[in-house]
């Protein structure tokens, strides 16, 4: 898929102003999506991720604000648009699936009821017939058995694992170019897991579609991701493909995450090493590297000015003062060339 | 509903249990009927040696000090009223351990242990994070010197980088202290790493119990298997390698468990005997059990 990026996100800070302070949540953040591509963002409560995804989606209500930067879907820049035109966005281009299937359902109304109002606000020509075959062809294309009768189901009759590839067959009803799925397994058993991720692996083969998936969880990344970006207090870390994140990391946060999580196949007599400290207070960022209090190779720049951004090759970028050529050489940490990251898209 | 079925194990001092299993399957029902927070319906449970099972409250009290519980949501296990130092010390208060200054130098000391300072002891549990809140929870298990800690599921609502701190310094408390863990999780690849020998459980039964290593190495129930195949590595090539058995609907609810042996429902090995006979905990050699009637 060649040409324009079907997303690209420049530069976007969003706070939200509450009675203690400015709650600084995405600082700065700057990525694309190609069409047909799976991005994953991965980082920690408080990194900023899910802020990122409501950004996108125009979710983000009072007291937060969008403070800057510009969102470029198909072409058209999603921070011009009124409240009525993302309206009409939402849910027909781009859906969005969330952690708790059960919220996220109305416990009063049928599954049918729930997925013909989807279909139908979006397709208004369409009698009730139709969307109701409509929504049962999404349900059996997310492998709910019987679809037929189970669609007269309640939220309750289902368990978590149903409810989500009820959302997923709901969001993906108005065929829409980009779904967002922000800790979509988070919720449910690792057997259940493992049934979404593969019908989502299944999902992005057969319909070709564009995923943002947002994880805590490196496994549930190196599942489904062809790119990744690594977020931390509000910022991007590290972007690169599936080989740049997981076997070439370069950022000592990035491999911080890697070391804290017991490797599945060794025989883990090893200790783990976790990052010490806890992540920033985002009320009072730190000055320069959000990661800075934490890493173990900080350098007096690292307190004092943010991290550039640093090209390591056509994939893979990081934002590390380590990597920059005045810097010690330490092992593991190659050196890369500064680039300015708002033009250049981070990732491929 | 029987959460928890004629399960049996036990285990050595010094030792870590890691139990496991998916919602709902008794793991927590089990560590909360050991220390007794629920009342056994069926069976024994003994305490080094002495039969707890229908022990009076009163008679029970010294052997409470012996057992003591981490739980999983650091948010609600604290009492927001109380500041540290009431909850540290509410356990050497009850057990009459130490008085006033003594009390306090034992709090100062705890708070030490687990990395906290000695300013925090007032405070209330609001002003800390997540790990801190489970740092604070851990200081008041420690609190009366127990042998036996019933971990039930401490890490799981902490994020990973903090979760490595608090597994290191369960394992160095184990060093000093010698202490015994019962590790109630769901995440298999953080039992696997902490516990000795582990029990997988699915529907209130135990479905393989084996040594660590052995279990991962040569699961051998079924279940455990599509378990083990089903935890996301966090390792592309790896897990393009992994051959997934993707097992079939939902765990059947506990209240209506299917005859015979529970997983015959989602089994892929599934036969005739299966849905007739449950199936008997089986020594398959050098610790290793398995109840399951094809391997």
Not at chain 2, 146 to 175: G, Y
Request: contains cysteine; charged residues 25%; aromatic residues 6%.
């Amino acid at each position: 898929m060649s040409g324009e990026p079907l997303l690209e996100v420049k530069n976007i800070s969003t706070s939200f102003f509450s009675h203690l302070g400015e709650i600084q949540a995405v600082r700065g953040v700057s990525f694309y999506l190609n069409r047909g591509d799976v991005l994953g963002i991965v980082g920690e409560s408080g990194s900023g991720k899910s802020v990122t995804a409501l950004s996108i989606m125009g979710l983000i209500e009072k007291p937060g604000k969008i403070k800057q930067g510009e969102i470029i879907f198909n072409g058209e820049d999603l921070m011009k648009k009124s409240q009525r035109e993302m309206c009409e966005l939402r849910g027909n281009e781009i859906s969005m699936i969330f952690q708790d299937p059960m919220t996220s359902l109305n416990p009063v109304y049928r599954i049918e009821n729930q997925m013909v109002e989807v279909i139908r606000y979006h397709n208004r020509n369409l009698s009730r017939k139709k969307a109701v075959a409509q929504a049962v062809e999404m349900l059996r294309l997310v492998k709910i058995p019987e679809p037929e009768k189970q669609i007269k189901s309640y939220p309750h009759e289902f368990s978590g694992g149903m409810r989500q590839r009820v959302m997923i067959a709901t969001a993906l009803s108005s065929n829409p170019g980009l779904l967002i799925a922000d800790e979509p397994t988070t919720a449910l058993d690792v057997t259940i897991q493992a049934q979404i991720l593969d019908l989502m692996n299944d999902l992005r083969a057969r319909i070709n579609a564009s995923i943002i998936l947002i994880t805590h969880d490196l496994g549930v990344i190196a599942e489904v991701c062809s790119r990744i970006i690594v977020m931390y207090g509000g910022t991007i870390m590290e972007a690169g493909n599936e080989r740049d994140i997981f076997y070439n990391p370069q950022n000592p946060y990035t491999v911080g995450l890697h070391q804290s999580i017991p490797s599945n196949l060794a025989i883990s007599e090893k200790r783990l090493v976790p990052i010490r400290g806890t992540p920033p207070n985002l009320m009072y960022p730190p000055k320069g590297c959000p990661f800075s209090p934490r890493c173990s190779y900080t350098m007096r720049i690292c307190l004092e000015e943010a991290a550039p951004t640093i090209r390591l090759s056509d994939t893979h970028i990081s934002v590390c003062w380590l990597l920059h050529e005045n810097a010690p050489k330490i092992n593991g940490y190659s050196k890369g060339k500064i680039v300015d990251r708002y033009k250049t898209p981070s990732g491929s | 509903m029987k959460a928890v079925d004629d399960v049996s194990f036990h285990i050595d001092r010094g030792e870590t249990f890691g139990l496991v299993g998916e919602s709902g399957c008794g793991k927590s029902t089990m560590g909360r009927t050991i220390i007794r927070l629920y009342n056994v319906t069926g069976g024994e449970i003994f305490l080094d040696g002495t039969n707890l099972t229908a022990m009076s409250e009163k008679n029970l009290l010294p052997f409470r000090k012996r057992m003591q519980m981490i739980f999983q949501d650091p948010y609600a296990s604290l009492n927001p009223r109380m500041t540290v130092t009431d909850i540290v010390g509410e356990g050497i208060l009850v057990h009459n351990i130490f008085k006033d200054r003594e009390r306090q130098e034992r709090i100062f000391e705890l708070l030490d242990y687990v990395g906290l300072k000695r300013e925090h002891a007032n405070r209330y549990p609001h002003e800390f994070s997540g790990g801190q809140r489970q740092r604070i929870g851990i200081a008041r298990a420690l609190a009366v010197e127990p042998e036996l800690i019933i971990c039930d599921e401490p890490i799981s609502a902490l994020d990973v980088s903090i979760q490595a701190q608090i597994v290191n310094m369960l394992e160095d408390f184990q060093d000093e202290m010698k202490l015994t863990y019962l590790f109630i999780a769901h995440d298999l690849s953080m039992v696997k790493h902490i516990s000795d020998r582990i029990g997988v459980m699915y529907l209130g039964m135990f479905a393989e119990v084996a040594e660590s290593y052995e279990l991962y190495a040569h699961p051998q129930h079924p279940y455990t298997r599509a378990l083990l195949s089903a935890i996301p590595i966090p390792d592309p090539d790896l897990t393009r390698k992994n051959k997934r058995t993707i097992l079939r609907g939902d765990v059947p609810s506990p209240i209506d468990p299917p005859d015979g042996c529970r997983f015959a429902t989602r089994c892929p090995l599934v036969s005739d005997l299966c849905t007739k006979a449950t199936p008997e905990l089986i020594d398959k050699g050098a610790g290793h059990f398995v109840a399951c009637h094809n391997v």
